[in-house]
């Protein structure tokens, strides 16, 4: 896997989408950008899994990185709260006003020797969460 941080994260949210695709999540959009409106950042993932709309971070981590820590911990209460706003305009602009949404993290670790390990986390964090 590629280094630079921008080509990892592309690198994982290709594999993340393969990877949830064979659990049955069906993708409905990726690298979704707000139009507009206070807003920064990105999703990294949408789609449906069951009657929910997913929003979806992937977090990438290459183990002889190091000290990153686990990919969860990069999901801290200012990523929630930016994921928080970005989903709620998707949902204005979408007008999916009536949806029940969650928000998932799937977790990339790849090994020196090219693997790559999975951890999906379903309904990782609330808007509960967020206040952290």
């Given at each position: ?17 393969a ?18 409106g ?13 009657e ?5 971070e ?7 990185w190091?000290a ?9 209460a200012?990523?929630r ?6 989903a ?12 029940q ?26 808007a509960?969460?967020?206040?952290d």
């Open positions: 896997m590629p280094r630079n941080r921008k080509a990892v994260g592309a690198q994982g949210e290709s594999t993340a989408a990877f949830l695709e064979s659990r049955g999540y069906r993708l409905v959009d990726a690298n979704v950008r707000p139009e507009g206070m807003a920064r950042g990105e999703i990294d993932l949408i789609a449906w899994h069951g929910f709309l997913v929003f979806i992937v977090k990438t981590r290459h183990a002889a190091g990153q820590g686990a990919p969860m911990e990069a999901v801290d200012r990523k709260r930016q994921l928080l706003a970005l709620a305009a998707y949902l204005a602009r979408h007008a999916l006003d009536d949806v949404c969650r928000f998932d993290v799937v977790e990339i670790v790849e090994t020196k020797d090219g693997f790559a390990r999975f951890r999906l986390l379903p309904d990782a964090f609330t509960m969460d967020s206040a």
